[in-house]
């Protein structure tokens, strides 16, 4: 199979053409991503109005660009995999009126696609994993951990229920009057302070159920930053290496407990299990020891896919068409429209915080 995919659901605009062969495994074609960064970074976040323009002005050339590097026209494609939620609407309504205009020209059909299905099956693609593992995404505006049981089978173990993790870096820099986006700010930064300097709080570790806060963490880091004047670049490294460690520490608890919980529920499975991970904070080198570490001490694989494929790309998308395409789905009608809020699990409840 070979997919053209369309992702426009947040502050990248990308296109990629992805090959799944017979044995099931992918091969990427083509795969280009245009950053909106420089376009949010005066705002200190990304502003909606203008991620949609820039959309609009972008995807066209990406689209021909993706194709010409994949040496392939229209009529080589055998379907469009485009994202159509969750997200900001203004983006996912470009990407997905684009990905049905093809659609409806070249008589293709059209997979709709869940952006973090996208995330989910992302291993699949880089590392041929098998059926079922753990996910844990960790980016700008999502913290779960989901069991993946197979294409379109997946199950939400746990989610944040007030900031995402990217969102605690990102608000926790601005605090600092670090720059924007705040994750690599603060990676920077913690890397030559104490940790031990702060307690910041732990929220939820200890208990039984999967989820994540990490608002009073952020409420923490601004007290701290205001008992001390005027704050010196020290104090500013300790606070980000002390704010690490409490990220490190709760998902240490937390994911620790998703992993003996999926050994519960699989037990004496063949192949090792795996642990993936996706989103923009696994690019932290802090965090991401703590989970190699953990995976270690619970017998778990850890993998993690090149960064460029952790953060928003469309070939993550194009390859999900592949897989739905593959396992016999249904391609979607062009009547389908996007959604803003759309949880992968169909079960998972909305009324938690952000639980998009
Ligand atoms: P999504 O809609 O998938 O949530 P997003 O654009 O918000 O998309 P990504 O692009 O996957 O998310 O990741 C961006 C986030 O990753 C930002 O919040 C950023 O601060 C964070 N990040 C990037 N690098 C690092 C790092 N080294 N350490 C911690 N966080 C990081
Ligand atoms: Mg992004
Ligand atoms: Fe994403």
């Known amino acids: 199979l070979r997919i053209l995919g369309i992702e ?10 992805v090959l799944r062969h017979h044995n099931g495994q992918g091969e990427i074609a083509a795969d280009v991503v245009l950053s909106q960064l420089d376009e949010h970074s005066a705002y200190g976040g990304v502003v909606p109005e203008i991620a949609a323009r820039a ?49 409806r020209a070249t008589g293709k059909p059209l997979y709709a696609i869940n952006h973090l299905e996208g995330h989910a099956l992302t291993a699949r693609l880089t590392d041929g994993i098998a059926f079922p593992y753990l996910m844990l995404l960790v980016s700008g505006g999502h913290t779960q951990l989901i069991l993946v049981r197979g294409v379109d089978d997946y199950e939400r173990w746990g989610t944040t229920i007030d900031d995402a993790l990217g969102e605690a870096f990102d608000k926790t820099a601005k605090l600092l009057g670090l720059p924007y986006p705040g994750g690599p700010a603060v990676e920077k930064a913690a890397s030559s302070g104490n940790p031990d300097r702060f307690s910041f709080p732990r929220p939820l570790v200890g208990e039984a159920r999967l989820d994540f806060s990490f608002s009073g963490l952020k409420t923490a880091v601004r007290q701290a930053a205001t008992s001390i004047a005027p704050v010196s670049d020290q104090d500013i490294a300790d606070i980000c290496a002390s704010f690490q460690k409490a990220i490190s520490r709760t998902l240490k608890d937390r994911i620790g407990r998703g992993l003996q919980r999926f050994h519960a529920q699989f ?43 952790c953060t928003d790309n469309a070939a993550m998308i194009a390859w999900a068409g592949a897989e739905r395409m593959a396992a016999g789905l249904k391609p979607d009608s062009l009547d389908v429209q996007p959604r803003s809020r759309w949880p992968l699990d169909a079960s998972a409840t909305t009324l938690l915080g952000s639980g998009k």
């Not at 426009?8 to 053409?17: F, K, L």
């Not at 002005?57 to 159509?84: G, H, P, Y």
């Not at 802090?286 to 494929?309: I, K, N």
Request: hydrophobic share 50%; glycine share 10%; aromatic share 2%.
């Open 55 to 103: 959309h609009v002005e972008a995807l066209d050339t990406l689209i021909k660009e993706a194709m010409r590097r994949a040496n392939v026209s229209l009529a080589d494609v055998d379907a469009i995999a485009a994202t159509s939620g969750p997200g900001l609407i203004g983006g996912l309504l470009v990407g997905l009126m684009t990905g049905k205009a093809i659609a």
């Open 267 to 309: 037990p004496g499975q063949a192949e090792q299990p795996a642990l993936v991970v996706a989103g923009g904070v696994a690019a932290n080198q802090a965090l991401r020891q703590t989970l190699h570490d953990l995976c270690d001490s619970h017998g778990f694989r850890f993998v993690a896919p090149p960064l460029q494929l």
């Open 8 to 17: 426009t659901s947040c502050d990248e605009t990308a296109a990629a053409v």
